[in-house]
T-cell receptor, first 115, second 115 residues
């Protein structure tokens, strides 16, 4: 049962344009969402996150949007740069009273930024 | 200076052997994790320790035994290795276990190949 889904396995965008990566989730208890970037042969690197009490969080070229009613979040990268080419993972967690909250990951979207 | 380091980076071994993967973090975090990334690139949590105590134990064969000698170290020992154990194993750490404190920082991964 995959609770976090990234339906686009790959995305190709021209340098300078906007990259939009999408993520859907099914568990309404999720209250914190994260995006990670992963280069080959490296571990995932934290990029940006958002709490369920917000609908937008921005950090430089990266903005995450959260639509709780649709159980959907997206990552916008503007402008896209060749160094952004990587696999992007969406992750979510649910706070349970006094207990640990694990991260549930999507299967990733490979972004390629072309010149 | 690497924040989360795992050794070895590559591990090739025969079925039936016992092997260990070590992980150390120098971020001063209280919580550490082991994840498995399978052939479908799906990242799934296996274990989590908070201040040397086991707090998350997903459905993992008991051939896998984590050990945390102190909160900066979390090692993974695997007995009687099977072909299906071949995967990339990632160690991670976080400040805490909920919300923004659950932002996890990953090591570079250990690629385990069981022949």
């Amino acid at each position: 049962d995959q609770q976090v889904k990234q339906n686009s396995p790959s995305l190709s965008v021209q340098e300078g344009r906007i990259s939009i990566l999408n993520c859907d989730y099914t568990n309404s208890m999720f209250d914190y969402f994260l995006w990670y970037k992963k280069y080959p042969a490296e571990g995932p690197t934290f990029l940006i996150s958002i709490s369920s009490i917000k609908d937008k969080n921005e950090d430089g070229r990266f903005t995450v949007f959260l639509n709780k009613s649709a159980k959907h979040l997206s990552l916008h990268i503007v402008p896209s740069q060749p160094g952004d080419s990587a696999v992007y993972f969406c992750a979510a967690s649910a706070q349970r009273d006094g207990t640990a909250s694990k991260l549930t990951f999507g299967t990733g979207t490979r972004l390629q930024v072309t010149l | 200076d690497t924040a989360v380091s795992q050794t070895p980076k590559y591990l090739v071994t025969q079925m039936g052997n016992d092997k260990s993967i070590k992980c150390e973090q120098n971020l001063g975090h209280d919580t550490m994790y082991w994840y498995k990334q399978d052939s479908k690139k799906f990242l799934k949590i296996m274990f989590s320790y908070n201040n040397k105590e086991l707090i998350i134990n997903e459905t993992v064969p008991n051939r896998f035994s984590p050990k945390s000698p102190d909160k900066a170290h979390l090692n993974l020992h695997i007995n009687s290795l099977e072909l299906g154990d071949s995967a990339v194993y990632f160690c991670a750490s976080s400040q805490g276990t909920s919300g923004a404190k659950n932002i996890q920082y990953f090591g570079a991964g250990t690629r385990l190949s069981v022949l």
